[in-house]
């Protein structure tokens, strides 16, 4: 087991409560998650994304283990879904937008390959 140390949040998470993490040893507690970031839900923009997900009777919240969130975060920042696309496609696959393509040609038998992975 590792080391514990008490933690008092942090610059870029400066709402998470006081807690204690074991040193070497991921945080593998739930977190909410918003998808369309709460910091930019204000902006028109991200406005009309939130009515679309409600129209649809989805939710802007999700579970995600909090080491995952933070890794998220620490790569995309506040970026929204869409915008997160666009990095991905430009910037880490070359301009390729084949995969997203590809990708929805076959959503459901991704999503239960990732649920292996992940």
């Known amino acids: 087991m590792g080391k514990k140390v008490a933690v008092k949040g942090n610059k870029i998470f400066p709402k998470i409560k006081n807690r204690v993490l074991v040193l070497g040893v991921p945080d593998m507690k739930p977190t909410k998650h918003h998808?369309?970031?709460?910091?930019?839900?204000?902006?028109?923009?991200?406005?009309?994304?939130?009515?679309?997900?409600?129209?649809?009777?989805?939710?802007?919240?999700?579970?995600?283990?909090?080491?995952l969130h933070q890794d998220y975060h620490r790569l995309f920042a506040s970026l929204i879904p869409l915008e997160i696309l666009a990095v991905l496609v430009v910037k880490f696959w070359g301009g390729q937008s084949f995969w997203l393509e590809y990708y929805l040609e076959d959503i459901e038998y991704f999503n239960n390959d990732i649920k292996l992975l992940i």
């Open 35 to 67: 998808i369309i970031p709460s910091s930019r839900i204000k902006e028109p923009l991200y406005k009309r994304y939130i009515n679309l997900i409600k129209d649809r009777g989805l939710e802007n919240l999700c579970e995600v283990l909090s080491n």
